[in-house]
């Protein structure tokens, strides 16, 4: 076994990591509380959706790789397979657009709510090791297998109870909590997961083939960002269209004038029939 770097740039990657993971599942759990209020199952999906992407593509794929830049291996060099690695983005979308369908679909049950959990937290841990597998180095890597179920625990435990928050709470605060608990299941389950990894090279002058972790930081960055901004903007074309096409409330109802003698007196002038000296009108 060989020394293996994850925090080769410092603080900078797992903060970075930790924020990603943090906004997209702000932003994804935000799309599934706000579709349970959607007035038609087409705008349901359409929230469930953008949910699915913000989750998934920026929370969960977006920030592995952005810890993934922190790996390091001294003795020998590491890349990745573009085909794998835009594979475990896949598998991230859709598994958590599933358990959001299951959980934000229909009525809301225990079952659907554990159901949609587990479908949660394995597409965390399948992207997670689809993306491991995606590397490449002169060598083996190896895994311990204790910690590896703990990360599976992890990532399912959390992702379950963040998607009970976000079907069950509406305020922003604890949508904010929700994000933040959804954040550290994902870390928390890369770096377990990360923790497990024993490196073993074979040959370290070995030539590798593959992109390497500096040419995956524009790629990237220009993921992130079109994400967010997409799913950002869908959102606020949903929430535009739903305004739009919320009823109007109803008018008020118009004074009778023949009731009241061609309208209201004037506000300092004597009701209709008054006369001096008199009580009242007559």
Same mark, same amino acid.
């Given at each position: 076994?060989?020394?293996?770097?994850?925090?080769?740039?410092?603080?900078?990657?797992? /903060?970075?990591?930790?924020?990603?993971?943090?906004?997209?599942?702000?932003?994804?759990?935000?799309?599934?509380? $706000?579709?349970?209020?959607?007035?038609?199952?087409? $705008? $349901?999906? $359409?929230?469930?959706?953008?949910?699915? =992407?913000?989750?998934?593509?920026?929370?969960?794929?977006?920030?592995?790789?952005?810890?993934?830049?922190?790996?390091?291996?001294?003795?020998?060099?590491?890349?990745?397979?573009?085909? !794998?690695?835009?594979?475990?983005?896949? =598998?991230?979308?859709?598994?958590?657009?599933?358990?959001?369908?299951?959980?934000?679909?229909?009525?809301?049950?225990?079952?659907?709510?554990?159901?949609?959990?587990?479908?949660?937290?394995?597409?965390? /841990?399948?992207?997670?090791?689809?993306?491991?597998?995606?590397?490449?180095?002169?060598?083996?890597?190896?895994?311990?297998?204790?910690?590896?179920?703990?990360?599976?625990? =992890?990532?399912?435990?959390?992702?379950?109870?963040?998607?009970?928050?976000?079907?069950?709470?509406?305020? %922003?605060?604890? !949508?904010?909590?929700?994000?933040?608990?959804?954040?550290?299941?994902?870390?928390?389950?890369?770096?377990?997961?990360?923790?497990?990894?024993?490196? @073993?090279?074979?040959?370290?002058?070995? @030539?590798?083939?593959?992109?390497?972790?500096?040419?995956?930081?524009?790629?990237?960055?220009?993921?992130?960002?079109?994400?967010?901004?997409?799913?950002?903007?869908?959102?606020?074309?949903?929430?535009? @269209?739903? @305004?739009?096409?919320?009823?109007?409330?109803?008018?008020?109802?118009?004074?009778?004038?023949?009731?009241?003698?061609?309208?209201?007196?004037?506000?300092?002038?004597?009701?209709?029939?008054?006369?001096?000296?008199?009580? %009242?009108?007559?």
């Amino acid at each position: 076994m060989v020394e293996v770097h994850h925090f080769a740039y410092g603080w900078f990657n797992p /903060v970075m990591a930790f924020s990603i993971a943090f906004l997209g599942s702000l932003l994804g759990l935000g799309c599934t509380a $706000r579709a349970r209020d959607a007035g038609s199952a087409r $705008r $349901r999906a $359409r929230w469930l959706a953008l949910g699915a =992407i913000s989750i998934g593509g920026a929370g969960i794929w977006l920030m592995h790789f952005m810890a993934m830049l922190g790996f390091d291996v001294p003795a020998g060099e590491v890349r990745y397979d573009p085909g !794998l690695t835009a594979l475990s983005m896949v =598998i991230a979308v859709v598994t958590v657009g599933i358990g959001l369908f299951v959980v934000g679909m229909g009525r809301r049950t225990v079952p659907r709510l554990i159901f949609g959990g587990v479908l949660t937290g394995v597409g965390v /841990v399948s992207m997670h090791y689809t993306g491991m597998a995606a590397m490449r180095l002169p060598g083996e890597v190896h895994y311990d297998a204790n910690l590896v179920a703990a990360s599976v625990a =992890i990532a399912v435990v959390a992702a379950t109870v963040a998607l009970w928050f976000a079907v069950s709470v509406r305020r %922003g605060a604890h !949508l904010a909590a929700a994000a933040l608990l959804m954040a550290v299941a994902i870390a928390g389950m890369h770096y377990t997961g990360m923790a497990a990894v024993h490196v @073993e090279l074979t040959d370290p002058l070995a @030539e590798v083939s593959g992109m390497t972790s500096m040419l995956l930081i524009v790629p990237m960055t220009v993921l992130a960002a079109g994400t967010l901004l997409a799913t950002a903007f869908n959102a606020l074309q949903a929430m535009t @269209e739903e @305004e739009l096409d919320a009823p109007l409330p109803p008018p008020e109802p118009a004074a009778d004038s023949a009731a009241t003698g061609g309208g209201p007196p004037a506000p300092g002038f004597p009701p209709p029939g008054w006369r001096r000296g008199s009580a %009242g009108p007559r």
